[in-house]
Every structure is written in C-alpha cells, then in structure tokens.
C-alpha cells in the first residue's frame, strides 16, 4: 500500500477491516492493487472528514416537497436517509462495474438465455411490450480481485435522492476537491431521467411525449422511500407532464385506457414489488398493460430477465454463457463478476448446512434484503424453511468497511449501486450500514457519494 494517498490530519485514524476473518473471494490468484485502488481502500477505511452538508441537504428537499404534502421533517422521518461521509472507489472499478453493466445487456439480449430465464419466470414474462424498464439497480461488493456483482433489481429506488445528493457536496480533502468536477449537476441527471421514460414511451410506439405519469405503489405514504415518489411527480411536472402518485386501486381499465378518476394515465412509474402483477388488486395495472393500454415501467418481463435471483446462477456460469452465444469478453466479465450461486435444492440440504457459512441465501424474487440471510447467522429452523424451496445460495462476498465520522462509532459496511439503463450507466452511489443486511436504520449510514480515484 506504499502508493495509498497520505491523508490529511483529519484522515489520523487507524486501518480496520470489517471482515478480517473472511478471505477475499475470486476466481483466480489475488490481483495485485493499482494505485487508486490502494489510496481508495486507504481512504474508506481512514477518512473521517465529511462532504455532505447533510442540513443543507435536507433541507433542499424538503423545500422541493413544501407543495407535494409531506408532513414532518425528513430529519425527523427519515434520520438515516443519507450519510455524510463519502465512499472512494478506485477507477478501475469504476470501469469494471460499467463493462460488467455492459456484458449484462448483451447476455439478456441473447435469444437462448432469454428462453431459459423465461422458462422459470410467471407467464406474464412472455409478453414483450417493448420498453426495457427503468433504473436498472447493480448491486457490487468490492474485493481486492474486483468488484462482485451480488443483486440485480428492476425497480431499484433512491436515484433521484441521490442526484440531489450529489448537488450537496463540499470539499471536506484534497481527495474529494480533485474527484468533484466530475460530479454531474442535478440538472442534468434530472434531464437524463426525464429523457429516459420518453425513451421508453417511445419504445412502445408512440411518438413525442408522454401526457401523465403516475408513480404507482401498493401503500406510497407507507414507504421510506415516499419522499422520492414526490420528487419524481415534481420532476415530471417540471418537464410538462401531468404526475400523480396513486395505489393501484384507484385505477380502472375502460375504454382501452387506463383512467385515475377522469384522467387517462400514459405511464405507469411502477414501484410495486408484486412483479408479475399477480395481485387481484392490480388487476386493471395488469389489463392495460398486455393490452399496451399504458406504459409500465419496470414491467414484468424486465423482472424475469434481470431481476429473479436463479438468474444468477447461469450469469455467473461460463458455460451456460458460452451455450448461450455469449462473446469470450462478456463471458469473462460476467463469470468473473457474479460470485457462484446454485438455486437450493432439498437434497442438498446436509451439504449446504455444512457449507452455510461462506454462504448467503437469497430468495428468487426478493427485494430490500427482506428474506435474505447470511449462513453464519442461521438458525435450524430458519435454514428448514430455506430448504423448503424457493431459494438461491450464494458464495458469501464480505463487504468492504468504511470508517465512521465518530471515533466511538463502531465502522459500517458499504455496497455500490450502479442506476442503469440500456445497458449504460447513469449514475453510481453508495449505501453505508450496519447489520446482516443493507438498512436504513444505522447511524451515520444511508444513501452515500461516490468519488472515483485515478
């Protein structure tokens, strides 16, 4: 680590690993660390210096909610919404999250891993209706080998928090000064958002602009993540489109339309994590949709072909890649990236116990780690009913740490999310946490910037 960049006087705190026991997971030797990837590594585990103004911060959004009816204040509501420490990631990680977020779009392009991944999924996958879906969440763990992509999400949320995140930094080191000139203005990602729900209305045939939009989720006030469902029907406003946040019930499919009281809605911003539209309560959302009466987005064919964790299994594996007809490029991306992962079969059930501990059980269709367990902490019980069915096992890739702001604060874990669509990334945060799993509940954790070193 004679390279690492040396760190100013507020960086004075020793080197912690928050996984010291686990060894580094990969597929081959131990790559040796570049530059940047030392002085990254140094800094996340050292830096105490903070870049959020995490007042101003909040306050700017609650400013941009003043009109949208949100009670309280969001330091209040939502204490843990973002942190105020920023990651650092190496440039060549950087590069290899957007090859590995490339390599992904051309393998789910394929016609053979199409048919395979649809073969597991709800019948309403079959149904094509042309758009890709919306902010396509990558979810890595860095390792010394690289980053590991360990989740795919198809309604991935918080990106819109987060570019507003962006537009709240201040130069708290040297480090963070050289990186934030490629921070992209909150203004421009608003823009790139917009232009990618047209992208999408587009793609299902239509020309111009869509006229309404309504972000649609089972309980909307009920999420944590409600402030951002405000934002985004602020967002829409801003461009001259109608918005309404709405639960599905209040829809009804008529004329070959789909109505929210007496307005016709275009777009559907689908938050709901019922993702085959199963629910009898979805029920008109379900009929406008495979009608192509309104846009969905993310829709159900997106799930099954990026978001169901059995998927996993195959992108990971380089010879169901090869079968596929993937390009030696992608394949080495992609088997280098996805740790293994085997879907859990019953008969296994005495080798996996054995093994539960290098290993993470996720289940096919979860979302926001609910479900999900890491093998060391499970019980009996707990593993019987993982056993049962429904299931993925993965190798366990420890998160990387980052120091906390106060020296009495025991350190957080962190994870990289990489917003995407077709197959480009737009923009790249952090979550800071305590736990078995990623929260919003750990002091000092949340939504973090990202700057790129090198």
């Known amino acids: 680590m004679a390279n690492a960049v040396q760190p100013d006087t507020s960086m004075n705190a020793p080197s912690l690993r928050t996984e010291a026991d686990a060894p580094p997971l990969g597929r081959g030797q131990l790559a040796l660390e ?37 009670p309280g204040s969001l330091a209040d509501s939502h ?5 105020a420490l920023p990651v650092f990631i190496s440039r060549e990680h950087a590069e290899s999250m957007a090859a590995v977020t490339e390599a992904l779009a051309t393998v789910v392009a394929l016609p053979a891993y199409r048919e395979a991944v649809l073969a597991w999924a709800p019948h309403i996958a079959r149904h094509d209706p042309g758009p890709r879906g919306v902010f396509l969440g990558l979810d ?40 934030m000139s490629e921070t992209r203005a909150l203004a421009e990602l608003e823009q790139r958002f917009f232009d990618m729900f047209v992208a999408e ?51 009804t499919y008529r004329r070959s339309a789909l109505w929210l009281g ?32 309104a846009v969905v987005t993310p829709h159900p064919r997106a799930h099954a072909l990026y978001a169901d964790k059995r998927n996993l299994t195959l992108l990971g594996d380089e010879h169901a890649l090869r079968r596929f007809g993937a390009a030696e490029e992608t394949i080495e991306r992609l088997s280098g990236a996805v740790p293994p992962t085997e879907v859990v079969q019953a008969g296994d059930a005495a080798r996996l116990w054995a093994a539960r501990k290098g290993l993470f059980f996720k289940p096919y269709a979860g979302f926001g780690s609910r479900g999900a367990y890491r093998g060391d902490k499970l019980t009996r019980r707990v593993f019987e009913e993982i056993m049962a069915g429904g299931y993925v096992a993965q190798a366990l890739v420890p998160p990387t740490g980052r120091v906390a702001a106060a020296e009495d604060e025991p350190p957080l874990k962190l994870d990289v999310r990489n917003y995407a669509y077709d197959g480009e990334v737009q923009l790249v945060a952090a979550r800071l946490w305590r736990g078995q799993t990623t929260n919003f509940r750990s002091a000092g954790g949340g939504f973090a910037p990202v700057f790129v070193l090198g």
């Not at 204490?79 to 942190?83: A, D, M």
Request: aromatic letters at 8%.
């Open 34 to 70: 570049s530059p940047s990837e030392c002085a990254a590594g140094a800094l996340n585990e050292a830096c105490r210096c903070v870049s959020v103004d995490l007042a101003a911060l909040r306050g700017e959004v609650e400013r941009g909610l003043a009109t949208q009816g949100l």
């Open 79 to 83: 204490p843990h919404l973002f942190s």
């Open 201 to 251: 209305w587009r793609a299902a045939g239509h020309e111009g602009a869509p006229r309404t939009v309504a972000i649609v989720d089972d309980d909307p006030a009920g999420q944590y993540l409600y402030p951002e469902f405000l934002l985004f029907a602020r967002l829409f406003e801003r461009f001259g489109v109608r918005a309404f946040v709405a639960t599905p019930a209040a829809f």
């Open 262 to 293: 007496d307005t016709p809605v275009d777009v559907v911003y689908n938050r709901l994590t019922d993702f085959a539209l199963q629910a009898p309560e979805h029920e008109a959302l379900r009929g406008a949709y495979l009608d192509g009466a």
């Open 140 to 179: 890595f763990h860095l390792t010394a080998d690289g980053p590991r992509l360990i989740e795919i999400n198809t309604n991935a949320g918080g990106a819109l928090l987060v570019a507003m995140l962006a537009e709240a930094q201040r130069a708290c080191c040297a480090e963070v000064r050289e990186t």
